[in-house]
DNA sequence: CAATAGTTTCAGAGTATCCTGAAACCTGTG
DNA sequence: CACAGGTTTCAGGATACTCTGAAACTATTG
Protein backbone atom coordinates (compact mmCIF):
# COMPACT_ATOMS: atom_id res chain seq x y z
CA UNK A 1 0.00 0.00 0.00
CA UNK A 2 1.03 3.49 -0.87
CA UNK A 3 0.89 6.50 0.87
CA UNK A 4 -1.61 9.23 -0.33
CA UNK A 5 -1.50 12.77 -0.15
CA UNK A 6 -3.29 13.10 2.79
CA UNK A 7 -0.94 10.44 4.91
CA UNK A 8 1.52 12.31 3.51
CA UNK A 9 0.80 15.56 4.94
CA UNK A 10 -0.05 14.21 8.08
CA UNK A 11 3.44 12.41 8.22
CA UNK A 12 5.16 15.80 7.52
CA UNK A 13 2.90 17.55 10.67
CA UNK A 14 3.57 14.75 13.07
CA UNK A 15 7.46 16.13 11.13
CA UNK A 16 7.62 19.64 12.30
CA UNK A 17 5.67 18.70 15.46
CA UNK A 18 8.44 16.21 16.57
CA UNK A 19 11.11 18.72 15.47
CA UNK A 20 9.82 21.65 17.81
CA UNK A 21 10.30 19.52 20.35
CA UNK A 22 14.15 19.26 18.90
CA UNK A 23 13.95 15.50 18.38
CA UNK A 24 14.41 15.50 14.80
CA UNK A 25 12.29 15.62 11.58
CA UNK A 26 13.05 12.22 10.18
CA UNK A 27 12.02 10.34 13.58
CA UNK A 28 8.80 12.62 13.96
CA UNK A 29 8.18 11.69 10.35
CA UNK A 30 8.44 7.83 11.30
CA UNK A 31 6.26 7.77 13.87
CA UNK A 32 3.72 9.95 12.02
CA UNK A 33 3.51 7.19 9.15
CA UNK A 34 3.53 4.22 11.82
CA UNK A 35 0.73 5.84 13.74
CA UNK A 36 -1.93 5.24 9.98
CA UNK A 37 -0.15 2.70 8.12
CA UNK A 38 -1.50 -0.58 7.03
CA UNK A 39 -0.25 -3.21 7.97
CA UNK A 40 0.85 -1.10 11.28
CA UNK A 41 4.15 -2.89 10.62
CA UNK A 42 6.82 -1.51 8.51
CA UNK A 43 10.27 -2.83 7.01
CA UNK A 44 13.19 -0.48 6.50
CA UNK A 45 12.40 -0.44 2.96
CA UNK A 46 9.09 0.56 3.22
CA UNK A 47 9.48 2.94 5.41
CA UNK A 48 12.45 4.47 2.62
CA UNK A 49 10.10 4.39 -0.15
CA UNK A 50 7.26 6.28 1.57
CA UNK A 51 9.16 8.39 3.36
CA UNK A 52 12.32 8.92 1.05
CA UNK A 53 14.76 9.13 3.13
CA UNK A 54 18.15 7.12 2.64
CA UNK A 55 18.31 3.44 4.50
CA UNK A 56 21.08 5.26 6.74
CA UNK A 57 18.76 7.73 8.27
CA UNK A 58 16.26 5.38 8.95
CA UNK A 59 18.22 2.76 10.80
CA UNK A 60 19.77 5.35 12.66
CA UNK A 61 16.68 7.01 13.64
CA UNK A 62 14.60 3.73 14.14
CA UNK A 63 17.59 2.80 16.37
CA UNK A 64 17.12 6.05 18.79
CA UNK A 65 13.01 5.68 18.73
CA UNK A 66 13.62 2.15 19.91
CA UNK A 67 15.78 3.40 22.56
CA UNK A 68 12.64 5.99 23.46
CA UNK A 69 10.43 2.81 23.31
CA UNK A 70 8.31 4.22 20.58
CA UNK A 71 9.11 1.97 18.14
CA UNK A 72 9.46 -1.54 18.42
CA UNK A 73 10.87 -4.43 16.05
CA UNK A 74 8.84 -7.26 15.01
CA UNK A 75 9.79 -9.90 13.01
CA UNK A 76 7.83 -12.95 10.98
CA UNK A 77 8.96 -16.11 10.39
CA UNK A 78 9.67 -16.66 6.54
CA UNK A 79 11.23 -12.97 6.15
CA UNK A 80 14.25 -12.08 6.80
CA UNK A 81 13.55 -8.30 7.52
CA UNK A 82 12.97 -6.52 10.65
CA UNK A 83 9.70 -4.69 10.70
CA UNK A 84 9.00 -1.77 12.58
CA UNK A 85 5.55 -0.78 14.61
CA UNK A 86 4.29 1.37 17.33
CA UNK A 87 4.08 -0.69 20.51
CA UNK A 88 0.70 -0.78 22.40
CA UNK A 89 -0.35 2.50 24.38
CA UNK A 90 2.66 4.43 22.91
CA UNK A 91 1.26 7.83 23.56
CA UNK A 92 0.19 7.05 27.15
CA UNK A 93 3.27 5.24 28.42
CA UNK A 94 5.09 7.86 26.81
CA UNK A 95 4.27 9.64 29.73
CA UNK A 96 5.67 7.37 31.83
CA UNK A 97 9.14 8.80 31.62
CA UNK A 98 8.44 12.22 32.41
CA UNK A 99 9.47 10.98 35.71
CA UNK A 100 13.00 10.51 35.42
CA UNK A 101 12.52 14.31 34.00
CA UNK A 102 11.36 15.44 36.89
CA UNK A 103 14.20 13.22 39.32
CA UNK A 104 16.59 15.21 37.73
CA UNK A 105 15.04 18.25 38.62
CA UNK A 106 15.38 17.00 41.77
CA UNK A 107 18.94 16.46 41.55
CA UNK A 108 19.30 19.76 40.21
CA UNK A 109 17.51 21.02 42.97
CA UNK A 110 19.50 19.63 45.60
CA UNK A 111 22.71 20.45 44.11
CA UNK A 112 22.00 23.83 44.39
CA UNK A 113 21.63 23.21 48.35
CA UNK A 114 25.22 23.80 49.00
CA UNK A 115 25.13 27.92 47.42
CA UNK A 116 21.74 28.53 48.78
CA UNK A 117 21.62 32.45 48.59
CA UNK A 118 20.53 34.51 51.87
CA UNK A 119 18.11 36.84 50.25
CA UNK A 120 15.17 35.21 47.98
CA UNK A 121 16.39 31.76 48.84
CA UNK A 122 13.34 30.38 47.41
CA UNK A 123 14.97 31.07 43.71
CA UNK A 124 17.11 27.60 44.40
CA UNK A 125 14.37 26.20 47.16
CA UNK A 126 11.44 26.47 45.08
CA UNK A 127 12.69 24.44 42.48
CA UNK A 128 12.69 21.19 45.05
CA UNK A 129 9.36 22.06 46.01
CA UNK A 130 7.93 22.16 42.43
CA UNK A 131 9.88 18.78 41.55
CA UNK A 132 8.96 17.14 44.60
CA UNK A 133 5.51 17.66 44.16
CA UNK A 134 5.41 16.29 41.02
CA UNK A 135 7.46 13.06 42.05
CA UNK A 136 4.60 12.90 44.20
CA UNK A 137 1.92 13.38 41.98
CA UNK A 138 2.78 12.14 38.78
CA UNK A 139 2.68 8.19 39.43
CA UNK A 140 -1.25 9.00 40.92
CA UNK A 141 -1.84 10.96 37.64
CA UNK A 142 -0.25 8.52 35.19
CA UNK A 143 -2.08 5.34 37.11
CA UNK A 144 -5.35 6.92 36.25
CA UNK A 145 -3.98 7.79 32.64
CA UNK A 146 -4.01 4.40 32.03
CA UNK A 147 -7.37 3.33 33.70
CA UNK A 148 -8.66 5.65 31.26
CA UNK A 149 -6.86 5.07 28.36
CA UNK A 150 -6.27 1.20 28.39
CA UNK A 151 -10.14 0.10 29.77
CA UNK A 152 -12.34 1.48 27.34
CA UNK A 153 -15.51 2.53 28.91
CA UNK B 1 30.25 40.49 44.60
CA UNK B 2 32.08 37.84 42.49
CA UNK B 3 31.14 34.31 41.81
CA UNK B 4 32.97 31.53 44.32
CA UNK B 5 34.04 28.05 42.72
CA UNK B 6 31.10 26.59 44.25
CA UNK B 7 28.98 28.83 42.79
CA UNK B 8 30.73 28.72 39.49
CA UNK B 9 30.06 24.82 39.56
CA UNK B 10 26.61 25.17 39.96
CA UNK B 11 26.19 27.24 37.26
CA UNK B 12 27.80 24.93 35.14
CA UNK B 13 25.53 22.50 36.47
CA UNK B 14 22.89 24.29 35.51
CA UNK B 15 23.58 25.41 32.35
CA UNK B 16 24.45 21.26 31.08
CA UNK B 17 20.88 20.51 32.70
CA UNK B 18 19.22 23.47 30.48
CA UNK B 19 21.66 21.98 27.37
CA UNK B 20 20.09 18.82 27.80
CA UNK B 21 16.97 19.90 27.27
CA UNK B 22 18.14 21.61 24.28
CA UNK B 23 17.65 24.93 25.36
CA UNK B 24 21.10 26.46 25.18
CA UNK B 25 24.21 26.11 27.43
CA UNK B 26 24.43 30.11 27.79
CA UNK B 27 20.89 30.87 28.75
CA UNK B 28 21.40 27.43 31.60
CA UNK B 29 24.19 29.27 32.90
CA UNK B 30 22.69 33.11 32.97
CA UNK B 31 19.62 31.02 35.22
CA UNK B 32 22.07 29.30 37.23
CA UNK B 33 23.68 32.51 38.04
CA UNK B 34 20.39 34.15 38.66
CA UNK B 35 19.43 31.86 41.06
CA UNK B 36 22.45 32.22 43.46
CA UNK B 37 23.94 35.89 42.88
CA UNK B 38 23.33 38.58 45.37
CA UNK B 39 21.91 40.83 45.12
CA UNK B 40 18.98 39.04 43.01
CA UNK B 41 19.23 41.53 40.02
CA UNK B 42 22.50 41.60 37.80
CA UNK B 43 23.25 44.08 34.78
CA UNK B 44 24.67 42.31 31.88
CA UNK B 45 28.18 43.76 32.75
CA UNK B 46 28.44 41.72 36.02
CA UNK B 47 26.69 38.60 33.92
CA UNK B 48 29.50 39.02 31.27
CA UNK B 49 32.03 39.07 33.91
CA UNK B 50 30.54 36.11 36.19
CA UNK B 51 29.90 34.08 33.18
CA UNK B 52 32.64 34.69 30.66
CA UNK B 53 30.51 35.44 27.66
CA UNK B 54 30.19 38.19 25.14
CA UNK B 55 28.12 40.99 25.54
CA UNK B 56 26.47 39.74 22.15
CA UNK B 57 25.67 36.60 23.51
CA UNK B 58 23.95 37.87 26.62
CA UNK B 59 21.70 40.31 25.12
CA UNK B 60 20.27 37.46 22.44
CA UNK B 61 20.21 35.33 25.74
CA UNK B 62 18.44 37.27 27.92
CA UNK B 63 15.99 38.56 25.44
CA UNK B 64 14.94 34.96 24.46
CA UNK B 65 14.96 34.28 28.74
CA UNK B 66 12.67 37.05 28.30
CA UNK B 67 10.38 35.81 25.95
CA UNK B 68 10.09 32.29 27.89
CA UNK B 69 9.04 34.77 31.26
CA UNK B 70 12.14 33.08 33.09
CA UNK B 71 14.01 36.46 33.10
CA UNK B 72 12.20 40.05 33.81
CA UNK B 73 14.24 43.25 33.23
CA UNK B 74 14.44 45.67 36.21
CA UNK B 75 15.80 49.16 36.13
CA UNK B 76 16.61 51.47 38.96
CA UNK B 77 16.58 55.26 39.36
CA UNK B 78 19.86 56.78 39.21
CA UNK B 79 21.31 53.53 36.82
CA UNK B 80 21.46 53.84 33.43
CA UNK B 81 21.81 49.79 33.13
CA UNK B 82 19.14 47.85 32.89
CA UNK B 83 19.11 44.35 35.72
CA UNK B 84 18.27 41.13 34.81
CA UNK B 85 16.23 39.18 37.91
CA UNK B 86 14.26 35.82 37.94
CA UNK B 87 10.57 36.64 38.27
CA UNK B 88 8.51 35.42 41.65
CA UNK B 89 8.15 31.92 41.59
CA UNK B 90 9.64 31.05 38.55
CA UNK B 91 9.85 27.79 38.39
CA UNK B 92 6.21 26.60 39.99
CA UNK B 93 4.71 29.31 37.10
CA UNK B 94 7.15 27.44 34.31
CA UNK B 95 4.86 24.99 34.41
CA UNK B 96 1.79 26.92 33.09
CA UNK B 97 3.61 26.84 29.73
CA UNK B 98 3.25 23.04 29.29
CA UNK B 99 -0.42 23.91 28.87
CA UNK B 100 0.16 24.96 24.80
CA UNK B 101 2.27 21.93 24.42
CA UNK B 102 -0.96 19.79 25.47
CA UNK B 103 -3.18 21.85 23.32
CA UNK B 104 -0.76 21.42 20.39
CA UNK B 105 -0.55 18.06 21.12
CA UNK B 106 -4.35 17.63 21.25
CA UNK B 107 -4.51 19.80 17.62
CA UNK B 108 -2.09 17.53 16.57
CA UNK B 109 -4.00 14.36 17.11
CA UNK B 110 -7.03 15.83 15.85
CA UNK B 111 -5.22 16.72 12.01
CA UNK B 112 -5.24 13.06 12.10
CA UNK B 113 -8.64 12.30 12.50
CA UNK B 114 -8.47 12.67 8.34
CA UNK B 115 -6.11 9.87 7.85
CA UNK B 116 -7.00 7.11 10.93
CA UNK B 117 -6.74 3.65 9.83
CA UNK B 118 -8.99 1.03 10.24
CA UNK B 119 -6.40 -1.77 11.93
CA UNK B 120 -5.22 -0.72 15.19
CA UNK B 121 -6.96 3.20 15.04
CA UNK B 122 -5.98 3.51 18.54
CA UNK B 123 -1.86 4.71 17.62
CA UNK B 124 -4.21 7.75 16.27
CA UNK B 125 -6.90 8.47 18.46
CA UNK B 126 -5.21 7.73 21.75
CA UNK B 127 -2.96 10.53 21.09
CA UNK B 128 -6.00 12.48 21.18
CA UNK B 129 -7.48 10.92 24.65
CA UNK B 130 -3.95 11.62 26.34
CA UNK B 131 -4.19 15.01 25.27
CA UNK B 132 -7.26 15.29 26.39
CA UNK B 133 -6.62 14.17 29.61
CA UNK B 134 -4.14 16.29 30.35
CA UNK B 135 -5.41 19.52 29.55
CA UNK B 136 -8.51 18.23 32.13
CA UNK B 137 -6.10 17.67 34.54
CA UNK B 138 -3.43 20.25 34.54
CA UNK B 139 -5.30 23.20 35.55
CA UNK B 140 -6.18 21.47 38.84
CA UNK B 141 -3.01 19.95 39.52
CA UNK B 142 -1.06 23.33 38.74
CA UNK B 143 -3.44 24.89 41.08
CA UNK B 144 -2.83 22.76 43.76
CA UNK B 145 1.27 23.39 43.14
CA UNK B 146 0.61 26.88 43.28
CA UNK B 147 -1.08 27.01 46.72
CA UNK B 148 1.59 24.67 48.15
CA UNK B 149 4.19 26.41 46.97
CA UNK B 150 3.04 30.22 46.87
CA UNK B 151 1.54 30.10 50.32
CA UNK B 152 3.97 28.79 53.25
CA UNK B 153 2.65 26.70 55.65
C1' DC C 1 24.00 69.22 22.43
C1' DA C 2 28.26 66.71 22.96
C1' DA C 3 30.15 63.07 25.58
C1' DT C 4 29.62 58.63 27.08
C1' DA C 5 27.61 54.54 29.52
C1' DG C 6 25.05 50.89 28.03
C1' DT C 7 22.82 47.85 24.63
C1' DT C 8 21.85 45.72 20.25
C1' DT C 9 23.01 44.13 15.75
C1' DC C 10 25.72 41.70 12.58
C1' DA C 11 29.38 39.27 9.92
C1' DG C 12 32.38 35.65 10.45
C1' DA C 13 34.29 31.53 12.91
C1' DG C 14 33.57 27.39 15.25
C1' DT C 15 30.67 23.54 16.50
C1' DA C 16 27.01 20.26 16.51
C1' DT C 17 23.51 17.84 13.99
C1' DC C 18 21.52 15.39 10.37
C1' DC C 19 21.39 13.39 5.91
C1' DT C 20 23.12 10.74 1.99
C1' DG C 21 25.39 7.11 -0.61
C1' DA C 22 28.62 3.70 -0.60
C1' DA C 23 31.09 0.27 1.52
C1' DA C 24 31.24 -3.13 5.07
C1' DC C 25 29.01 -6.28 7.57
C1' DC C 26 25.91 -9.79 9.09
C1' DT C 27 23.09 -14.03 8.55
C1' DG C 28 19.94 -17.27 6.57
C1' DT C 29 19.61 -20.33 2.57
C1' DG C 30 20.52 -23.03 -1.52
C1' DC D 1 30.52 -22.24 1.88
C1' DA D 2 29.35 -18.84 -1.48
C1' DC D 3 25.56 -15.97 -2.46
C1' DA D 4 22.12 -12.52 -1.66
C1' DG D 5 18.88 -9.93 1.04
C1' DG D 6 18.97 -6.86 4.60
C1' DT D 7 21.12 -3.72 7.93
C1' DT D 8 24.66 -0.89 9.96
C1' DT D 9 28.59 2.07 9.78
C1' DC D 10 31.02 5.89 8.24
C1' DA D 11 33.09 9.76 5.58
C1' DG D 12 31.71 13.84 3.48
C1' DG D 13 28.44 17.58 2.59
C1' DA D 14 24.78 20.66 3.92
C1' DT D 15 22.34 23.12 7.53
C1' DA D 16 21.50 25.28 11.59
C1' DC D 17 23.17 27.08 16.11
C1' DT D 18 25.76 29.81 18.97
C1' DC D 19 29.47 32.54 20.23
C1' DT D 20 32.62 36.51 19.67
C1' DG D 21 34.25 41.13 18.73
C1' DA D 22 33.42 45.22 16.63
C1' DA D 23 30.56 48.59 14.83
C1' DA D 24 26.18 50.89 15.15
C1' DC D 25 22.80 52.54 17.79
C1' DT D 26 20.18 54.67 21.98
C1' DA D 27 19.47 57.53 25.52
C1' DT D 28 21.00 59.74 29.98
C1' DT D 29 23.62 63.32 31.88
C1' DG D 30 26.67 67.12 32.42
Redesign the pocket.
Known sequence: MNITDAQSDYVERVGRFWESLSM???AGRILGWLMICDPPHQ???ELRSNL????????????LLEQLGLVERVTFS?????FYQLPDHVWSRSMDTELVRIVQMRALAEAGSAVIPNIRPERVTELEEVARFFAEEWPGLLERLHRRVEVKP
Chains 1, 2 share one sequence.
Do not use: E
Not at 78 to 82: E, K, L
Open positions: GRTSAVGVSAGSISTQVRGSRAS
